[in-house]
């Protein structure tokens, strides 16, 4: 970040970068929660968690307002760049947070059923996805190009283990149509899941967009072949 002859300015911008990196703290803490309750099947924890996304949707309120006060201001190309990246990387962070809540509540539903042992897969994949936000939000703490770049190419390690346990699902259920209930929740939270990679990867798109600005980015590699999928 640069200064200006208006501290001011310079105060509201690093204003809007510590609530963006907050909101990203926030929704990370909550996609581990949702991952630990999972693993021990707490209705109560999980339900904190539902409610704690309030917190997550009120500070992207308040970024959004920054956003606006900054815009008022008249930036220099640089400058805006900076609030466009910042209220598209906080709309992420809000939507992570969501994703994060609805793991949350599927868990309740699946405590109804027995332990599935594809469980301990959601998990290794939500852990992921949880460091692919971590790095992210430290790429757009540092304006560091290259971490970003790394995280988007680690997108496709995230489809691949999503692709690998949507198979591992749909094998279970076809062996014992009992599991189909559970096997069901576990996708739909697998999806959440992946879906949290995609918006750590826009994240790291607007990281680039926020240093290069129309510099186009170099082609990645996708490895969600789930809408190919066949059970063997």
């Known amino acids: 970040m640069h200064d200006h002859i208006v501290k001011s300015f310079d105060e509201e911008q690093r204003r809007l970068l510590n609530e963006t990196l ?24 999980a339900e904190r968690i539902i409610a704690n996304d309030e917190a997550i949707d009120a500070l992207e309120h308040e970024v959004s307002h920054d956003v606006m006060k900054l815009a008022l201001r008249g930036p220099l190309a640089r400058d805006l760049r900076e609030i466009l990246a910042a209220i598209r990387i906080a709309s992420d962070i809000e939507r992570v947070g969501d994703y994060a809540a609805n793991v ?8 109804l059923a027995p332990p599935l042992p594809q469980i301990a897969g959601l998990h290794a994949l939500g852990m992921l996805a949880a460091q692919q936000m971590r790095d992210v939000m430290a790429a757009y703490r540092d304006s560091d190009v290259e971490l970003a770049k790394r995280v988007r190419a680690r997108d496709a390690e995230v489809d691949a283990a999503y692709t690998g346990l949507f198979r591992e699902l749909l094998t279970y259920m076809m062996e014992d149509p009992r599991s189909i ?3 069901t929740h576990v996708m739909f939270m697998a999806k959440n899941i992946e879906r949290i990679g995609d918006h750590a990867t826009n994240i790291a798109e607007n990281v680039w967009f926020l240093v290069k600005g129309d510099e186009a980015l170099p082609p990645r590699e996708k490895r969600d072949a789930t809408s190919s999928t066949v059970a063997p």
């Open 22 to 45: 907050r909101m990203g703290e926030m929704a990370i803490a909550q996609l581990e929660a949702a991952l630990d309750v999972l693993q021990r099947r707490d209705d109560k924890a």
């Open 104 to 111: 949350a509540k599927r868990s309740i539903a699946l405590n």
């Open 181 to 183: 209930t559970g096997c």
